[in-house]
């Protein structure tokens, strides 16, 4: 709280009143309590940056697909070998298959498999990709295929564990 303090001063000239000189000393006790206050209010109702996570989308039951229904020559088989280096196949065709790099390389195996179906079938949503990491891949490269999945529109992909035929072509 503020305070007055008095100062009694001597009559130095008979008959002459002067006002007294107050001098003000203001307590910032209060103040300061009320900053602490206001920053532990802040700090108890601020909420701390949420983790985001990446949607997938997971097939419900009865939406399964029989792997034996699918035509071969519409599957795309992604084996993802390390951080730079993908390799592909087309249907079961282990024995050909060929690598590229994520991003454009990628990009670009999925579309020219799309034009194909698109030019034999007159429509390429039948495309079906299989991603199979294989144990010298990261989680980026999971999060790479995945996104290059939804830049080019590929409505049917699958999550599989990679085959021993497709882990001794991709470490050869």
């Known amino acids: 709280m503020a305070e007055i303090q008095s100062q009694q001063t001597a009559n130095k000239h008979a008959g002459v009143k002067r006002g007294k000189k107050l001098s003000t000393r203001v307590d910032l006790t209060p103040m300061v309590d009320l900053g602490f206050l206001l920053i532990t ?25 029989d792997s034996s229904k699918v035509k071969e020559d ?15 196949y087309y249907g079961n065709d282990v024995q050909h298959m060929q690598f590229t790099n994520y991003g454009r ?7 020219q498999k799309k034009a194909a179906l698109t030019k034999q079938y007159g429509k390429a949503d039948d495309l079906t990709v299989l991603i199979k990491p294989t144990d010298n891949a990261v989680y980026k490269n999971v999060v790479d295929a995945l996104d290059e999945m939804l830049v080019t529109n590929v409505t049917i992909y699958m999550l599989l564990d990679a085959k021993p035929a497709d882990i001794a072509m991709a470490t050869r």
Request: aromatic share 8%; hydrophobic share 50%.
């Open 41 to 65: 209010f802040f700090i108890f109702t601020t909420s701390l940056a949420e983790p985001k996570a990446m949607h997938l989308a997971m097939p419900q039951e009865k939406n399964i697909i």
């Open 74 to 88: 519409r599957v795309l088989s992604l084996v993802l070998k390390n951080e730079n280096t993908v390799g592909y």
């Open 105 to 111: 390389g990628l990009r670009d195996v999925i579309l």
